[in-house]
C-alpha cells in the first residue's frame, strides 16, 4: 500500500515563530488531508489538498502532486497550535485513509 | 450544528469480554468510518459503513466488526479482546462514500478503550 512519512518528527518552538511541516507519500493520490490532533484526542481537519495551495489564517498548505509532497505551514504560532499534526492520503485502489506517524509540534510560551 | 458523537469516551474491560463502541455522524452524513489510534501502529483504517452497507475494510481480524442502521448511525463490536486492542478509537462521518472525490471527513472525540 500507499506509505505516508512526515517530517521532523517532532518541533519545539517558541511563540511566534513559524514553522514548516512535510509530508511526502510514494504513489498518486487524489485525496489527502491534513488534520490536528489536540491534547485530548480530537481529530481537526486543516485542509482537504490533494493539489494546489490553500490558506486559512495563520495556516497554509501546498501539495505538488507530480513530486509526491504536501507542506503544511504554520506562521506566528500560539501556544494553542500544540499537538500532532497528521497527513493521510488516499492511493489508487485504495478505500480508508493512511495516515502518517505525525509531526509532534510544542510552542512553548 | 451537532459534531460527530462518540460513546463511551473511556471504557476499561478484561482480556476475553467483548466492547460495543457508538458513533452517531453529522446529521446528514451518510458514511461512517472507524479508525484504531495505538502509539506502536498510528491510525489505521478500520472500516467503512454507507447506507449500512460495509463498503471497504481495513487489515483488521474477523474479531472487529461493525454495523450501521437506518439512521447513519454505527456500532463497532470486539469480541474476545486482547491486551493490544488497548486503543483511541476514532469515528468519522461524510457525506458521501469512498474517498476518491473531495470527501472531507469530520472525527469525533473518540473512545478510549484500555483492556486489562
Known amino acids: 500500500g500507499i506509505q505516508v512519512e512526515q517530517s521532523p518528527p517532532d518541533l519545539i518552538l517558541q511563540e511566534g515563530a513559524n514553522s514548516t511541516l512535510r509530508c511526502n507519500f510514494s504513489d498518486s493520490v487524489n485525496n489527502l488531508q491534513w488534520f490536528h490532533q489536540n491534547p485530548w484526542g480530537q481529530l481537526i481537519n486543516l485542509f482537504y489538498i490533494p493539489s494546489g495551495t490553500k490558506q486559512n489564517g495563520r495556516l497554509s498548505a501546498t501539495t505538488v502532486a507530480t513530486e509526491r509532497y504536501s507542506l503544511l505551514y504554520i506562521s506566528s504560532s500560539q501556544t494553542t497550535d500544540s499537538g500532532v499534526y497528521f497527513c493521510a492520503v488516499v492511493g489508487r485502489g485504495a478505500d480508508g485513509l493512511t495516515f502518517g506517524k505525525g509531526t509532534h509540534l510544542i510552542i512553548q510560551p | 450544528k451537532a459534531g460527530v458523537t462518540q460513546t463511551p469516551r473511556y471504557l476499561i474491560k478484561t482480556r476475553g469480554q467483548q466492547v460495543t463502541l457508538s458513533c452517531s455522524p453529522i446529521s446528514g452524513h451518510r458514511s461512517v468510518s472507524w479508525y484504531q489510534q495505538t502509539p506502536g501502529q498510528g491510525l489505521q483504517f478500520l472500516f467503512e459503513?454507507?447506507?449500512?452497507?460495509?463498503?471497504n475494510k481495513g487489515n483488521f481480524p474477523g474479531r472487529f466488526s461493525g454495523r450501521q442502521f437506518s439512521n447513519s448511525r454505527s456500532e463497532m463490536n470486539v469480541s474476545t479482546l486482547e491486551l493490544g486492542d488497548s486503543a483511541l478509537y476514532l469515528c468519522?462521518?461524510?457525506?458521501?462514500?469512498?474517498?476518491?472525490?473531495?470527501?472531507?471527513?469530520?472525527f469525533g472525540a473518540g473512545s478510549r478503550l484500555t483492556v486489562l
Open positions: 459503513y454507507f447506507s449500512e452497507t460495509q463498503r
Open positions: 468519522a462521518s461524510s457525506p458521501q462514500t469512498g474517498l476518491s472525490g473531495a470527501n472531507v471527513l469530520t
